[in-house]
């Protein structure tokens, strides 16, 4: 039968993510895969989350399987704000934190609250995907932000600001995706004044903060600009995705607005995994894993970074980022990242992410994403090399 | 500090659910509940649950622990496509099912891919008070159809449809909240039919099918109207609600534009509950417990019929549907279901929900929902007790 329904604006316009369009084909097991932000599932910590469930069923299933708060259990939310209040954030209770369904739900949510047709934001230039999928919903205006070394060039949003009145300043402040980059403490203080002086609030995307491998922790931007500032966490990069687990922190404000929007998304999330990654981190299990993948990551970044140096032709540049999952790649100008991954594939069953979606406007393709948590030390020299073989094939 | 942020229209404009609201107040363990939609907590399945973690944590926990497909893992998928089957719908697979983070999510899902601003939704009136929620994220026009004992009054359709060209008509055709009310099989024949003729695609939003405590199964509008209806399920009333758990079954071409939506929304369902859904499932124990459900609450749904009669006063009418979750009462005209709900809860301690929430345009206020799965048969009783007193004195 031929339907002929009509859908919505929204739902021509949405576009299928390019990473996971890829995610699809590069899921044969002959292909090395640096595409996705995928951790490494050989880390996953199953025994305690085993020990976790255990406890949370034996202990109080009836609690645990049944509905619960909009904004989340209570025991989670406090443990999520205490470890913000650790590291430096003042005047955080439950009663700011809302728990999500991952942190792509947190994108959701903050687009909801703050997006109308055409509102601008401010953000980096490239962008994480995920968060111009989310807030491509209300059909907003972009204004990137070019990107050094030291993360986004804050010097050129006050203009910005004052032309566009922006809803509010999006950045990926530790080790952006896709770039790996992290904001420098100089221009972290520099946001944070401008936000305070033009009230703008700042959302501070934050999956990666804790996994540094090189260097020291810079102050979060939260921990500087207190309530201007909404800070997304997350559980995948540190305990599990597939738990599907996130948070917002921010005003009680907010919060209200927040609880309202996600009792129309989702009602709530999942009440038995919230409990067990409370169980989890109360069993004192979170700070010792982190600490583990710490150790694996950092050994995999460096084996990845020696493997460009040895494969990678001289015509090609990369970032060295000191944490995070990424490296970013640039090609020869005019060279097509895009049409070199599907010879990649093809001829050397190797994958990336090209850096084209991730620009929300400009239509840059000699850029790519590499991945160094989810393969292994073998694994990973072995994709570089094939890699650099495409690269010196067809970038001369 | 005073923040002065721009917040988007629906922010604005969205309320907070009224029952959440109640629920809130009425967590005092001193109230007998009988707001809300709560399964009977002490009924959850947690021994076969934690069965099915500890298979799913020991085999295969890389896969279960990890980023997954948007659309759901292939083994859930296709189990409930099989039993979508198994009860008369045709030709369905994997392809036609997507998990939802909840059954809420299907509806905030199916709202993202039909409606613009404006667009008119035809429904029951009363319908169910989460849809409202989510379909009025877009700011669409119901089109409410009035309700009797066999359900929604289907000959005033056709008219509506020719009026307003609806995206779409929503219903829950099977003891629908917030009435507990039962589409009739001739009106199910007389509905798929104008769909067809018109081409409008049907929501079912089906949780409570599987929960008949008398008569027999009537064939779901999916068994009859095959690729007009799109199915709305959900784990939460068979298993556990906070597993968050439910699923879309509709076309192919339907799957892409609710993957692209879920992408943005929160990449991918819980991907361990999903499995442990699945193994629960596989091991055979879901028939057997839904069984078990029935067994229960249709005992306390003869024990509150039986107490409404000996303790409400006779000017109070309240329909008797033979499954779900819930009675439907209905005060006096002129009397204010809302204003009661006060004194029952301070005076009486008992609560329950007023219907006023659910007419999405109405102003009817002297009906309300009393649910009884999830109080013992002795809190029953004497729920139903302390609310006569309250009608009786306030209803003459």
Known sequence: MALNWTYSVMAHETKSSAIREILKITERPDVINFAGGLPAPE??????????????????????????????????????AERLTQKGCSGLTEENICITSGSQQGLDLTGRVFLDKGSAIICENPT????????????????????????????????????????????????QNPTGRTLSLERRKQLIKLAQEYYIPVIDDNPYGDLRYVGEHLPSLKSLGGELVIELGTCSK??????????????????????????GADLHTNTFAQYVLYEYIQAGNLDRHIQLIIDSYSQRRAIMIKALKEYFPENIKWTEPGGGLFLWVELPEGISATALLEL??????????????????????????LNFSNAGHDMIIEGIKRLGKVFKENTA
Request: aromatic share 12%.
């Open 238 to 263: 540190i305990v599990s995705p597939g738990l599907r687990i996130g948070w917002i922190a921010a005003t009680k404000e907010m919060m209200n607005m927040v609880e309202r929007m996600k009792q």
């Open 43 to 80: 880390l996953f910590p199953d025994r305690h989350l085993l020990k976790a469930c255990t406890k949370v069923l034996d202990e109080y299933p009836g609690k645990a399987l049944q509905y619960s708060l909009t904004l989340g259990v209570l025991p989670l939310r406090k443990t999520i």
């Open 128 to 175: 994480y995907l995920g968060a111009i999928q989310a807030f491509s919903f209300h059909n907003p205006q972009y204004i990137g932000v070019d990107m050094d070394e030291e993360g986004m060039m804050v010097d050129q949003v006050e203009e910005k600001i004052k032309k566009f009145k922006p809803r509010f300043i999006y950045v990926v402040s530790n080790f």
């Open 344 to 369: 990649a594939v093809k001829q050397q069953k190797v994958a990336y992410v090209p850096g084209k979606p991730f620009y929300p406007y400009e239509d840059k393709d000699n850029t790519l994403r």
